[in-house]
């Protein structure tokens, strides 16, 4: 006499693949993120990585010595004019605020870390001023990349 059989319908047997595709897919992702490989840059993107750093490390050092507390508005425009950071003055809490800002472009084989689809990066500093475009606090900086997810 045959044995019965049962057969699993076909959505489920589909879905089941589907699903172990996608959680295969995801820790080979994840093996590969975490397992040590790295990805190696052309040595003109580490050139210039280590030029917009040392650029970057110059300017916060400068600016403690010419965006100190008490200098002027006009001591911040030359300042940030003489170190190419476009300039934005923005009120703010009965106050000023002036942001200065670098922005680079990339390419798409300089890629510092996964999901960003290229090196474009931007670079501000921020200080705040009174009503009188006197500075009262001390530069902020920050940095980060544009177009990663």
Same mark, same amino acid.
């Given at each position: 006499?045959?044995?019965?059989?049962?057969?699993?319908?076909?959505w %489920?047997?589909?879905?089941?693949?589907?699903?172990? %595709?996608?959680?295969?897919a995801?820790?080979?992702?994840?093996? #590969?993120?975490?397992?040590?490989?790295?990805y190696?840059?052309?040595? *003109? /993107?580490?050139?210039? %990585?280590?030029?917009r750093?040392?650029? @970057?490390?110059?300017?916060?050092?400068?600016?403690?010595?010419?965006? *100190? #507390?008490? $200098?002027?508005?006009?001591?911040? #425009?030359?300042?940030?004019?003489?170190?190419?950071?476009?300039?934005?003055?923005?009120?703010?809490?009965?106050?000023?605020?002036?942001?200065?800002?670098i922005?680079?472009?990339?390419?798409?084989? /300089?890629?510092p870390?996964?999901? /960003?689809?290229?090196?474009?990066?931007?670079f501000?500093?921020?200080?705040?001023l009174? @009503? $009188?475009?006197?500075?009262i606090?001390?530069?902020?900086?920050?940095?980060?990349?544009?177009? /990663?997810?």
């Amino acid at each position: 006499m045959p044995k019965a059989t049962t057969m699993m319908p076909r959505w %489920l047997l589909a879905s089941t693949v589907a699903a172990a %595709l996608v959680v295969g897919a995801g820790a080979t992702s994840y093996w #590969i993120f975490f397992s040590g490989i790295r990805y190696r840059m052309p040595k *003109r /993107c580490e050139v210039r %990585l280590a030029a917009r750093l040392a650029n @970057e490390e110059r300017i916060k050092h400068d600016a403690h010595d010419g965006l *100190r #507390i008490g $200098a002027t508005q006009e001591n911040v #425009i030359s300042f940030f004019s003489a170190n190419h950071l476009s300039i934005s003055l923005v009120r703010v809490d009965g106050g000023q605020e002036a942001e200065g800002t670098i922005s680079t472009s990339g390419d798409y084989e /300089c890629h510092p870390v996964t999901g /960003c689809g290229s090196d474009s990066s931007i670079f501000q500093v921020r200080v705040k001023l009174d @009503e $009188a475009g006197t500075v009262i606090s001390a530069p902020v900086f920050s940095d980060g990349y544009q177009d /990663c997810l």
